[in-house]
Structure formats: structure tokens, C-alpha cells
T-cell receptor, first 114, second 111 residues
Framework: DAMVIQNPRYQVTQFGKPVTLSCSQTLNHNVMYWYQQKSSQAPKLLFHYYDKDFNNEADTPDNFQSRRPNTSFCFLDIRSPGLGDAAMYLC?????????????FGDGTRLSIL | GDSVTQMEGPVTLSEEAFLTINCTYTATGYPSLFWYVQYPGEGLQLLLKATKADDKGSNKGFEATYRKETTSFHLEKGSVQVSDSAVYFCAQRAHDYKLSFGAGTTVTVRA
């Protein structure tokens, strides 16, 4: 009964080769988030969607983009991955943006860059 | 700005020992507070939460109480198991969509 599903769990790409990570949810939540987590660090928010409204964090590199074609799916596109983009990428959802609502995370996609 | 400070690890314990991980926060207003757990190679799982002062969150033997007077949300468990070995993140969510995470505390429980 997984609620936030990320595919694939492990992704290997080449330096500079575009890559797309996917996330789907069965919770029918309004908000979907993408985080980057490097080893031994807390997750860092890249951007989020509230419904179709996209909100980019100020320090997210232009190399990272996102699409949300419908309520259930959200994609993270890395246009030209560099070695520094190797990390775990976490998708999360929340019902809305009220402070008392927790975020529900997927198991993540671990991205390696060759 | 809003921030969370949690006890740095790593923490190593024997099975059945008592676990405390300290967490304090700074925020304007009254945030909701959360503890997340991350097992090796997995995403974050919500462990427990509290949304107002004096609320106690509890789950799987873990507890934390929202203390407004000390701006704290310390995590405790009376008797840890090997399966509790993980990284624990304290987090707050104040007036907008953002979760502010602490740095994480790695806990290792030895049999």
C-alpha cells in the first residue's frame, strides 16, 4: 500500500546526459515536493507544486526542472547532470500547505553520475 | 529565521537502553513539530508529530512533547531495539509550506 512511489530506486547516468526521475502518489494530495539529499545531510528542498502552481526555491540551480502533468505524477528533470548532482532525490506530498500537515515521503531515487 | 537544532551524533547504544535525542527550534509564531526516521537506503518516514504546545506525539514506543517554554521537542524511547538503528530528523513547519529540518542524528543500537 505504498502511497508515494518513486521510480527507479537507483539511476545511473552519464555526465551531461539528461535524466528524468518520476514520482507518483495515491494520496490525492495537492502539494508535491522534490528534495535533494546528500550523504549525511538533511534533505534540501528544490521546488514544489501546489496543484499546478510551480514554486522554485531561490537557490535551486537552473539545471533542475520539474513537471506535474496531473495530480498523481510529478517528474524531476536534470538537464545536464554534473558530478555534484549525485545524491538521493526524495519526493514528498502533503494534503495542503497548512503548517499542521505532515509531508509523506517516497523511498527516494539514488542518482549516480559516471 | 526559522531553524531546528538537534543533538549531533552519532549515538551508539546497547539494546534496551534509554534513548534521548534533543531538539530545539526557533520560529516566529507556533510551528508544528515532527520527527522523521530514515532507515538505510530508504526515504523519510513520519515517526510522530505535535501541532500545539503541550501536545505529546507517540508512535512505536517513541515519544516527544511540544514544550513552548523551552522551545523543545526532544525524542525519547525507553528501551531501544537493534531495528531502531536509523537517522532521526527533527523538523518544524511554521507558517508556510516549508519543512525546516535539523541536521539529523545517526543512532546505532548494538545487540
Amino acid at each position: 500500500d505504498a502511497m508515494v512511489i518513486q521510480n527507479p530506486r537507483y539511476q545511473v547516468t552519464q555526465f551531461g546526459k539528461p535524466v528524468t526521475l518520476s514520482c507518483s502518489q495515491t494520496l490525492n494530495h495537492n502539494v508535491m515536493y522534490w528534495y535533494q539529499q546528500k550523504s549525511s545531510q538533511a534533505p534540501k528542498l528544490l521546488f514544489h507544486y501546489y496543484d499546478k502552481d510551480f514554486n522554485n526555491e531561490a537557490d535551486t540551480p537552473d539545471n533542475f526542472q520539474s513537471r506535474r502533468p496531473n495530480t498523481s505524477f510529478c517528474f524531476l528533470d536534470i538537464r545536464s547532470p554534473g558530478l555534484g548532482d549525485a545524491a538521493m532525490y526524495l519526493c514528498a506530498t502533503s494534503r495542503d500547505d497548512k503548517s499542521n500537515q505532515p509531508q509523506h515521503f517516497g523511498d527516494g531515487t539514488r542518482l549516480s553520475i559516471l | 529565521g526559522d531553524s531546528v537544532t538537534q543533538m549531533e551524533g552519532p549515538v551508539t547504544l546497547s539494546e534496551e537502553a534509554f534513548l534521548t535525542i534533543n531538539c530545539t527550534y526557533t520560529a516566529t509564531g507556533y510551528p508544528s513539530l515532527f520527527w522523521y526516521v530514515q532507515y538505510p537506503g530508504e526515504g523519510l518516514q513520519l515517526l510522530l508529530k505535535a501541532t500545539k504546545a503541550d501536545d505529546k506525539g507517540s508512535n512505536k514506543g517513541f515519544e516527544a512533547t511540544y514544550r513552548k517554554e523551552t522551545t523543545s521537542f526532544h525524542l525519547e524511547k525507553g528501551s531501544v531495539q537493534v531495528s531502531d538503528s536509523a537517522v532521526y530528523f527533527c523538523a518544524q513547519r511554521a507558517h508556510d509550506y516549508k519543512l525546516s529540518f535539523g541536521a539529523g542524528t545517526t543512532v546505532t543500537v548494538r545487540a
